[in-house]
């Protein structure tokens, strides 16, 4: 608001000064313009009065003073309406005309006068001048009385210059007035531009305290305000929402990691406790402990042995799922940039690697796709995605068939894209369960191995690198399992 009225104000400032000298000239011009004007009418009615100077008889003579009393009357009544002196002088000079109460100055000389002098040499003369006599600054102008070619007087207006500077001074006056209220307007549209500015302001900040105190549905207005308030607005709610769903995803994060990390814990506790147990009775019975004495302490070893064997498959379990939940939480919490790669050669080079366990198993693996397929992706994204998809296509081939089905790793186009399948002949899954395959810990079946997490973090880095998974049936049996990489430009 005071921003608003600083700038309305030296906006008039710049203007109005400058202003104030041109009414002042406007007005002086104004005032001599008409002036000489008067003079000249007043020069006209005093042309006859100056033709003769001596009366030629006594007639004459009375007419003469009969004129010059009009002449005078005109004068005065010129001065009462307007304000202006009058002084009439002959060709020599001398004063026969004046407006003033005191005629003692009839019959003075004013040829001293330069502005009378210059009048009686034929010139039109104005300007200003200080009156010793009055003791003012005057405005004068002096015109000469011509008949035919000869200059036979002058008339001389003064007027004070201080009545022009009095009516300049109510102009700027008006002016000032205008401004001041121009002013006043400028900081009244300032204080309600700011109020609504402070006020949508004021419920975004409200909107990030309650953000702040824990209220993730907390959201900006997106609809009032002016563009950069909105902006703003929708900025802090995407902010939100992101920072609502990871919030959200941590929590489910950590309750599915407690979930799953319960059972192999529970399961290692309850062996170790068993095979405690066992020892324990192997010990009473007097065994040895290595399977080799007699009775029931060597059964007794030999059970121990299992449960620590099966205890240590468990804390292998867990191991496997404690290292999926921090490479997914790594994957998670990095904003890797994104980088190119020719996946066709990132796919040969998988299938490459995985060749000789797919001939221990019986399967064949193979490539399809054009020689070369520029993508971009965060770092080891493609090995990691490919090598899962192909990890669990080996292991339901193998677990089902056992030999004579062919893995097969595609690329193809997409598009304005690059799309890597790996398909099997697996038992697949229902259109539900391919769905939800991508969800962390969850497993089709239960029983079978694996801990959940590793299309979820194929899910996370197909999505850092702003790309696409899918899990599809493929007719005849088996699945597509695929990911579609953005081409590089």
């Known amino acids: 608001?005071?921003?608003?009225?600083?700038?309305?104000?030296?906006?008039?400032?710049?203007?109005?000064?400058?202003?104030?000298?041109?009414?002042?000239?406007?007005?002086?011009?104004?005032?001599?313009?008409?002036?000489?004007?008067?003079?000249?009418?007043?020069?006209?009615?005093?042309?006859?009065?100056?033709?003769?100077?001596?009366?030629?008889?006594?007639?004459?003579?009375?007419?003469?003073?009969?004129?010059?009393?009009?002449?005078?009357a005109a004068a005065r009544r010129y001065r009462d309406s307007g304000g202006a002196r009058v002084v009439i002088v002959n060709t020599d000079g001398i004063a026969i005309v004046t407006s003033d109460d005191d005629q003692s100055i009839v019959g003075d000389s004013y040829l001293s006068r330069p502005e009378i002098a210059g009048a009686?040499?034929?010139?039109?003369?104005?300007?200003?001048?200080?009156?010793?006599?009055?003791?003012?600054?005057?405005?004068?102008?002096?015109?000469?009385?011509?008949?035919?070619?000869?200059?036979?007087?002058?008339?001389?207006?003064t007027f004070p210059e201080q009545v022009v500077a009095d009516a300049v001074a109510r102009q700027i006056g008006v002016l000032g007035v205008v401004a001041l209220t121009t002013v006043v307007l400028a900081g009244i549209v300032?204080?309600?531009?700011?109020?609504?500015?402070?006020?949508?302001?004021?419920?975004?900040?409200?909107?990030?305290?309650?953000?702040?105190?824990?209220?993730?549905?907390?959201?900006?207005?997106?609809?009032?305000?002016?563009?950069?308030i909105r902006s703003l607005s929708v900025s802090f709610n995407r902010m939100a929402t992101r920072l609502e769903a990871l919030i959200e995803q941590q929590r489910r994060f950590a309750a599915d990691a407690s979930h799953q990390l319960r059972t192999p814990l529970t399961a290692l506790r309850l062996r170790l406790e068993g095979a405690r147990e066992l020892l324990e009775e192997s010990a009473a019975s007097g065994g040895t402990g290595n399977g080799t004495v007699r009775g029931t302490g060597s059964v007794s070893t030999g059970a121990a042995i299992e449960r620590l064997?099966?205890?240590?498959?468990?804390?292998?379990?867990?191991?496997?799922?404690?290292?999926?939940?921090l490479m997914l939480s790594r994957s998670e919490s990095r904003a890797a940039p994104v980088v190119k790669f020719d996946v066709a050669r990132v796919?040969?080079?998988?299938?490459?690697?995985?060749?000789?366990?797919?001939?221990?198993?019986?399967?064949?693996?193979?490539?399809?796709?054009?020689?070369?397929?520029?993508v971009t992706a965060i770092a080891t994204a493609p090995e990691q995605i490919i090598d899962n998809f192909v990890d669990n296509a080996l292991s339901v081939s193998t677990s089902t068939d056992g030999v004579g089905n062919d893995i097969v790793v595609r690329v193809a186009a997409a598009g304005a894209a690059w799309?890597?399948?790996?398909?099997?002949?697996?038992?697949?899954?229902?259109?539900?369960?391919?769905?939800?395959?991508?969800?962390?810990?969850?497993?089709?079946?239960?029983?079978?191995?694996?801990?959940?997490?590793?299309?979820?973090?194929?899910?996370?880095?197909?999505?850092?690198?702003?790309?696409?998974?899918?899990?599809?049936?493929?007719?005849g049996g088996g699945l597509e399992a695929s990911v579609t990489f953005a081409a590089r430009p």
């Not at 202003?19 to 042309?47: I, M, N, P």
């Not at 300007?127 to 002058?154: E, W």
């Not at 299938?351 to 397929?373: C, K, S």
């Open 1 to 72: 608001m005071a921003a608003l009225m600083g700038i309305a104000l030296l906006v008039l400032l710049v203007q109005d000064i400058p202003l104030s000298g041109y009414l002042r000239q406007v007005e002086t011009d104004r005032l001599v313009t008409s002036l000489e004007r008067d003079a000249f009418v007043l020069a006209g009615r005093s042309e006859e009065t100056l033709e003769t100077t001596v009366p030629p008889d006594a007639t004459a003579a009375k007419d003469m003073a009969s004129e010059a009393a009009a002449l005078t």
């Open 309 to 325: 064997a099966a205890a240590e498959a468990e804390a292998d379990r867990l191991g496997s799922i404690i290292e999926g939940i």
């Open 419 to 475: 799309r890597v399948a790996v398909l099997d002949r697996g038992p697949g899954l229902s259109d539900e369960d391919c769905a939800r395959a991508f969800d962390r810990f969850w497993r089709a079946d239960s029983d079978a191995l694996g801990n959940g997490l590793g299309l979820a973090i194929v899910a996370q880095l197909a999505r850092a690198s702003r790309a696409t998974v899918r899990l599809e049936r493929r007719p």
């Open 347 to 374: 796919a040969r080079e998988r299938v490459e690697h995985w060749q000789p366990l797919a001939q221990e198993l019986g399967l064949g693996i193979r490539y399809e796709g054009p020689e070369r397929a520029r």
């Open 190 to 228: 300032g204080f309600i531009f700011s109020a609504r500015v402070t006020r949508r302001l004021k419920r975004l900040q409200q909107a990030t305290e309650r953000l702040a105190d824990g209220d993730l549905d907390a959201r900006a207005d997106e609809l009032s305000g002016a563009p950069e």
């Open 120 to 157: 009686l040499g034929g010139q039109i003369t104005s300007g200003h001048r200080y009156s010793d006599t009055l003791q003012i600054d005057l405005l004068y102008v002096t015109v000469p009385v011509v008949n035919g070619q000869k200059v036979i007087g002058a008339v001389r207006l």
